[in-house]
């Protein structure tokens, strides 16, 4: 093949399984223009003998060209042939023959169809939820679950760690405020790598217990008895506090934890104390006593509440452990039951607070006991999610790693991190370090060399694209020319006569460059520095040690794979050493805020990556027998096209390149061949998605996006699911009919209201105080504000996620307006998702910016669809309630209804689905306002049972739904949750929630709908035993 210059292999472009769906005209796109065919007969190219066809080079030919050709071929034929024979035709077959054929096809289609009928239990379009891709495990987790390793023997920390939960009876549904509300319970829970009060207990033992208030009621007396937890009572609030202080003195942790810890857990205690008896608990937590007193507050500590915590307690550490779950796992919510479910793999429930008061208050040692499992819960559940992460261990190894206290791991940025590395090689080679001041780091020269970033080659690419990639690019070119400080020589030649070395004066002494001529590198900005061999620059003594350890913790990662535990331990500890090596450049770089700058030195890095990158192009594009195009570059990576290869030349092909550019380079300059995408999807800078191979051996390739919307979080999981599935169909098959089959029925799904509200969620962060007033703020910002009208104590945290969802509004509405809350769309059941709005705005937009590529219009997909409008048909009392649905007040008038469907009357009879008229003897009246027809009327015994059925069915499913909930909060069969679905936990991150609401709004409807029918087939079936009687 190669010497026909033919390619190996001919891999499929995208097409159109259907006929009918290949689009008219062509079609064109930023400049390109794009002819979609079938692989059908009629779209088949000619077969030639001589192997002249385009199509055998993989090509495609023009159909007009094709077919002016074809024709002149048989013009020429016609021309040229001499032979002339005719001979007779086949009789037409009779009339009877002509029948019995077609009755055979049809008996052997139906036949196929009842086959199919029976093993199909529903057609797949009228499946409720969107359709997703297959999950890589079957609940869903983002993070697999880690057994326990035993390759790991992890180092003692000889650290405690103490969480802490509040309970407060609240006033109503407000939340709980430290001005107002008094402290009932206090749960707390710790845990020690070592044994603590000198007792028996092994190490790491859970200890937990409650301290409690004491009242007159009978609750404390029935709280002992439902936990075995040591319940110690006081007599006043203050008392509870003390023996808060008296207990964290006792055990003596490191850390103390809460999962928010401000405005409850530790926060609210300390609020509390400060604002009902001026007490200052901060002090007394501490473990020494000093003048300096522990801040607490956002107003005193503005960073702390934006980036960890508020709370600072002298010789304590406290963790928030949802802001650090925040920069630690990649979710939509980082609510405790979510961060539970995705790290723990284990459902919670959660409770208003408004329930939780009505527990306490109630004296029940039923509800009691609900009470006091689900508080112990959520503190073990603190110090699981913080073991689960590793957060204190690798923080801690992180720590001792870079020199640094604890708290600097959090609080500290990346100068901190290197100086603490850099100063002690200098400090031995006696350098001193200097601290220039704000006025002279601006003094210095601009940086000037910018990084190799190319614009991709947007398409589709069907044949093997290389990932090759620079291993610690910056920090091995700073070891490979000798690049630092120490080693600086100046300009080759004074520029305006002066010769700057970042914010300093640079004076060379005389002859100096003469007595080291031989021995200079001359980077590409025109610097000087002396080589290795006179002298080791600081850095690369610095980076040499770090990138040979690293490499060390790489190749002890390869030897137990299958040890999660261990895995993760190494690469962690790779990770940091990794993140000190990069952030190097960045010490010097940093010509805003930074401690030591020197542009000189990082132009001169930055310039020599550069030309690095350019000399790697240059030489794969040099090689023809690879026959390999750049179509991307990004500072330290490649992306090379092998068009009409295959995936093991792929490999061959990609080791070679890594091993010659290698060798071209200086060591440690490194190039190394990654993985290879088969297919891929470039879409623009740092945004490309396709199937990753990482080794020649692995079969089932690996989902692998970037940038695109299937891994940001500022779009909605409907959004997630529907564009990866697509991906997936247009990756595995090409055909586009069945990407567009698959893209109209989740639409028609969204158009008829079949689908959970969770998945059309937006959870945007909300950052209170920084938006402009000049225009509306974020739906999310509007949201909080509303609930922050009603109830100032509900503020969400800095960067908290707030959920919303947008919904149909009046023509002209603006969006802002119709964005509301879950639970409002909840408590509001003439409220419906706009379907149009996510659609059009949505899901249509990233889907037309990939299948663009490939010359598929997404937008004329939706527009070819039928458009379904749903009429509501919903309960006049709200969710759950027991109006009739009619829109009648108890005097008899017509009340005010919320929509204009609501004054609707169905044409349909409501147990035979028959469409009625009125009758024309007088009984107009009657026909319009009953649901029934007239036969299912004269047989009220059979449509009083069919109703009946039809609502049976519908409790049954909802009574199901209740019971995953009970299995899941722990709760007996006497605890509320009948059957019209007053479950207490509202956990917005559980999708049974959602079903059993939606459930709970179905059968609502259901029975405001069928009510009047019920009760006008009773009286009908009264009436008419009482005639018989």
Known sequence: MKEHSLPDIIYQDAFYGEEKDVPERNREYAGREYRLDSNTVPFLPPFEVTGSSPAVAGFKQDPVLRRAGLEQEQDRQRRECSWRSWEFAQPPPSRRSVVDWHDEKRDALEKKVEERRGTVARPAAWLSQICGPTPKNKHGFKYTQKRKSTSVEHEVQYMSTMSLEVHVNTRGKFVPNPEEDEIQCIFWACKSDEKMLNTQESANALHYGMIALSGDDSAMRKMPPCTRAEVVEEGSELDVMIRVVEVVRTFDPDVLTGFEVHSGSWGYLIERARCKYDYNLCDELSRMKSDSHGRFGKNTDRWGFNTTSTIRITGRHMVNIWRAMQNELNLLQYTMENVAWHLLHTRVPHYSWKTLTQWYKSGKARDLSKLLRYYRTRTRLDIRILEANELIPRTSEQARLL???????????????????????????????????????????????????????????????????????????????????????????????????????????????????????????????????????????????????????????????????????????????????????????????????????????????????????????????????????????????????????????????????????????????????????????????????????????????????????????????????????????????????????????????????????????????????????????????????????????????????????????????????????????????????????????????????????????????????????????????????????????????????????????????????????????????????????????????????????????????????????????????????????????????????????????????AAPAIRGLVDAADRAAALDW
Not at 572 to 586: D, F, H, I, P, S
């Open 403 to 1009: 020199g640094v206290d604890f708290f600097s791991v959090f609080s500290r940025g990346s100068q901190f991190k290197v100086e603490s590395i850099m100063f002690r090689i200098a400090k031995p080679e006696n350098f001193l370090l200097v601290s220039p001041s704000k006025k002279q780091v601006g003094g210095q020269n601009a940086l000037e060399c910018l990084p190799l970033v190319m614009e991709p080659q947007s398409a589709f690419y069907n044949s093997p694209l290389l990932v090759l990639d620079f291993q610690s690019l910056y920090p091995s070119v700073m070891i490979a020319y000798n690049y630092c400080y120490s080693t600086f020589l100046g300009r080759i030649k004074d520029w305006r006569g002066t010769n700057k070395m970042g914010f300093s004066e640079y004076s060379r002494q005389q002859g100096l460059l003469l007595l080291l001529q031989e021995y200079i590198n001359i980077a590409p900005n025109g610097m000087m520095y002396v080589k290795a061999e006179i002298r080791k620059s600081l850095l690369a003594k610095m980076l040499t040690e770090i990138l040979e350890t690293r490499v060390m913790v790489k190749s002890g990662m390869k030897k137990d794979k299958h040890d999660k535990t261990l895995q993760q331990l190494l690469n962690n500890r790779q990770l940091a050493l990794k993140l000190l090596a990069n952030v190097t450049y960045g010490y010097t770089s940093a010509s805003f805020s930074g401690r030591m700058p020197c542009s000189e030195i990082a132009d001169s890095i930055v310039q020599t990556g550069r030309e690095t990158l350019e000399r790697a192009i240059a030489y794969i594009h040099s090689v023809e027998r690879w026959g390999a195009e750049v179509v991307y570059g990004d500072t330290d990576s490649l992306f090379v096209y092998l068009k009409g290869r295959t995936r093991d030349q792929a490999f061959e092909i990609g080791e070679e390149m890594a091993k010659a550019v290698t060798e071209m380079n200086p060591r440690p300059v490194k190039l190394k061949f990654e993985k290879v995408y088969h297919p891929c999807v470039l879409l623009a800078k740092k945004r490309y998605v396709g199937y990753k191979y990482e080794s020649r051996e692995q079969e089932k390739p690996d989902f692998d996006a970037k940038g695109i919307e299937t891994v940001r979080r500022d779009g909605t999981p409907a959004e997630q699911k529907i564009e990866e599935k697509a991906l997936r169909l247009l990756f595995e098959t090409a055909d586009l009919s069945q990407v567009k089959a698959y893209f109209q029925s989740q639409c028609d799904k969204m158009m008829r209201g079949a689908v959970s509200v969770q998945d059309f969620c937006f959870a945007r962060e909300v950052r209170l105080g920084t938006y402009s007033d000049k225009g509306p703020p974020p739906a999310g910002a509007l949201i909080s504000t509303r609930k922050m009208l009603e109830d100032a104590r509900a503020e969400p945290q800095y960067g908290e996620r707030v959920p919303y969802v947008v919904i149909t509004g009046a023509p002209g509405a603006r969006l802002i307006d119709r964005c509301v809350a879950p639970e409002e769309l909840l408590a509001n059941p003439h409220w419906q998702l706009d379907a149009e709005y996510y659609i059009s705005k949505n899901l249509i937009p990233p889907l037309e910016r990939i299948f663009n590529l490939v010359g598929a219009n997404v937008r004329q997909w939706y527009d070819e669809m039928p458009k379904v409008q749903r009429i509501h048909h919903a309960a006049a009392g709200g969710v759950g309630g027991g109006g009739s649905g009619g829109g009648v007040g108890n005097n008899g008038r017509a009340g005010k209804r919320p929509t204009l469907e609501s004054y609707m009357r169905s044409t349909h009879c409501l147990v035979c689905n028959a469409k009625f008229v009125a009758d024309d003897n007088g009984s107009d009246a009657q026909a319009l306002l009953s649901p029934l027809c007239l036969a299912c009327r004269a047989d009220a015994p059979a449509s009083l049972l069919a109703l009946q059925t039809r609502l049976a069915a519908e409790q049954r499913r909802l009574r199901d739904l209740v019971a995953v909930c009970r299995t899941c909060a722990g709760l007996g069969p006497l605890d509320p949750g009948d059957d019209g679905g007053a479950f207490p936990c509202d956990s917005k991150d559980c999708p049974v929630f959602w079903s059993r609401m939606r459930q709970r709004t179905k059968l609502a409807g259901a029975v405001a709908s």
